[in-house]
């Protein structure tokens, strides 16, 4: 099967002309033409994700994160992209993206982070004129304390811990979210009347929240990671009898606590 068949699928529910501009999402190694019998679904593009591509017999690999961002340098063993780069080319290995285009469908990360919390009339946050954009605003069954929101966020997303600003005094109903970096929309949350808006990366400042909304950051792992079972989900749907799995080894959360 040709690559290009698998990453259609893909795009058809997040198409690659909604990427931000400096996003690198769809072929980083490898393109449509790359004849293909097995993917490998992870989040980050690795060394250690091409190793267990490797190691199940996978010749290509698609991810949430594009391997490269910018442009680079050089290529060699002593970085981790560079170590990427070379064993995937020397393995064979096709390597797709599908980044921001994911993150801007209603479907896509925000969307499904949102289900998970069980948010009802779920739309876009900060849409464009055909209904795309970042991040999504819902409400709650029904309003709840600060408090409890956060205990159930945490239960629903598995979550072991959340930093956020101050608890509000007023129950909240309407959340907002935003998969990944989201500090930008925060001005957006606000406008749209959320009482909280979840998101990621929140800088120290940003704790001083609006009058009235609580942030909270659940991490960037923590936001986005999901996306990796709704691209599987998609493909196995589309393409029955195309061989996908997710990786068990090398999704891995690059930040701990102690």
């Not at 393995?91 to 993150?103: K, L, P, R």
């Not at 801007?104 to 004129?129: E, F, I, P, W, Y």
């Not at 079972?229 to 195309?242: L, S």
Request: with cysteine; proline share 4%.
């Amino acid at each position: 099967m040709k690559a290009a068949e698998i990453a259609s699928v893909i795009e058809a529910m997040a198409p690659l002309g909604l990427q931000e501009s400096w996003d690198n999402s769809g072929f980083c190694i490898g393109n449509g033409e790359s004849e293909v019998h097995k993917a490998l679904i992870g989040f980050d593009c690795t060394p250690a994700l091409i190793a267990e591509a490797v190691e199940v017999g996978a010749d290509m690999v698609i991810t949430h994160h594009p391997l490269i961002f910018r442009g680079i340098s050089k290529i060699s063993m002593a970085t981790d992209t560079g170590r990427t780069v070379m064993e995937a080319i020397r393995h064979g290995i096709t390597v797709y993206a599908c980044h921001t285009n994911m993150d801007k469908v209603l479907c896509g990360v925000s969307g499904h982070t949102a289900s998970l919390m069980g948010l009802r009339n779920v739309r876009v946050l900060d849409s464009d004129a055909d209904g795309n954009g970042l991040g999504v605003i819902g409400e709650l069954p029904s309003p709840v304390s600060a408090e409890d929101f956060l205990k159930a966020m945490k239960s629903a997303l598995g979550l072991n811990v959340v930093r956020h600003s101050r608890l509000p005094d007023a129950p909240v109903s309407r959340v907002a979210l935003c998969g990944g970096s989201g500090h930008s929309l925060i001005g957006r949350a606000h406008e749209a009347g959320a009482d909280v808006y979840v998101s990621a990366d929140i800088s120290y400042h940003d704790f001083y929240a609006p009058d009235g909304m609580m942030i909270a950051d659940i991490g960037h792992f923590e936001s986005e990671s999901g996306i990796v079972g709704v691209i599987y989900d998609t493909v196995r749907e589309k393409i029955p009898n195309f061989a996908v799995q997710i990786a068990e080894k090398s999704i891995v959360n690059p930040v701990y606590y102690f």
